[in-house]
């Protein structure tokens, strides 16, 4: 199992950045799959998920209305749209893949990639 994030890097306040998240390993059109942050000292938290099929989609009140969370199940592909970025969304990505099956569940957890808003 793997889950393979990218497309991090620096960009100034107000910019734009496009997360990927690419799956391999499991059946990824049956899994919700999440984005989560973790900024240095803070806890790890929850930023956006989408269901299996793509059809809902939930975010942090934090980044509601900038962020977008997608999917492409033929790419095997998460994705998290990032517009008007502020120094506060500073913190390292990750990308979850969760299934719940009866009596536990499956759930995977990528690397990471580095995001840093700063002029």
């Known amino acids: 199992v793997q889950l393979v994030e990218s497309g991090g890097g620096l960009v100034q306040p107000g910019g734009s950045l496009r997360l990927s998240c690419a799956a391999s390993?499991?059946?990824?059109?049956?899994?919700?799959m999440s984005w989560y942050r973790q900024a240095p000292g803070k806890e790890r938290e929850l930023v956006a998920g989408i269901t299996s099929a793509g059809g809902s989609t939930n975010y942090a009140d934090s980044v509601k209305g900038r962020f977008t969370i997608s999917r492409d199940n033929a790419k095997n592909t998460v994705y998290l749209r990032m517009n008007s970025l502020k120094p506060e969304d500073t913190a390292r990505y990750y990308c979850?893949?969760?299934?719940?099956?009866?009596?536990?569940?499956?759930?995977?957890w990528g690397q990471g990639t580095q995001v840093t808003v700063s002029s």
């Open positions: 979850n893949a969760l299934r719940r099956v009866i009596g536990g569940k499956y759930e995977y």
């Open positions: 390993g499991f059946t990824f059109n049956m899994y919700y």
